[in-house]
């Protein structure tokens, strides 16, 4: 692991997305809430929340954080066609919590095609990137709008 000892404590955030694609019916399903396993929408979003908070787990030499908080959203993506993941990861630390939010929107987004998966096995996850982050020596960083 990267020696962060010297590094000024700071509040950090960040937030990712990430997009699962889908047939019509699918997205039908998912909003009704009637899946077999339930309402994939509200599990996906537990899913992300547990994975940011064990993030240090999944990716080698990642850094074990103390969260301050952990949003996920699962929503209709606005064009229709499917589901829209976002997370904002947030804490005071000596290192950012970018890793923490794309693995929040990486494991929604596993999740509801989990969850879906036997109504639609041609889903795609896609567009999974980091939109912003705050805090730290390298500053601020945000994406610019567009595909």
């Not at 590094?7 to 937030?15: G, H, M, N, Q, S």
């Not at 947030?90 to 929107?105: M, S, Y």
């Amino acid at each position: 692991m990267v020696d962060v000892s010297d590094k000024a404590v700071t509040v950090r955030e960040a937030l990712a997305e990430g997009r699962v694609r889908m047939a019509p019916a699918t997205l039908d399903l998912a909003r009704s809430g009637g899946g077999r396993k339930g309402d994939v929408r509200a599990v996906a979003e537990i899913a992300g929340v547990m994975a940011a908070k064990r993030t240090s787990e999944l990716i080698p030499l990642c850094h074990p954080l103390s969260l301050s908080s952990i949003k996920v959203e699962v929503a209709e993506a606005e064009d229709g066609s499917g589901l829209a993941v976002t997370a904002r990861v947030r804490t005071c630390g000596q290192t950012g919590v970018e890793i923490e939010a794309l693995t929040a929107v990486s494991v929604a987004c596993l999740t509801l095609y989990d969850m879906l998966k036997a109504a639609d096995k041609a889903m795609t996850i896609e567009g999974v990137r980091l939109l912003e982050k705050t805090g730290g020596a390298s500053g601020d960083f945000r994406r610019p709008r567009g595909p």
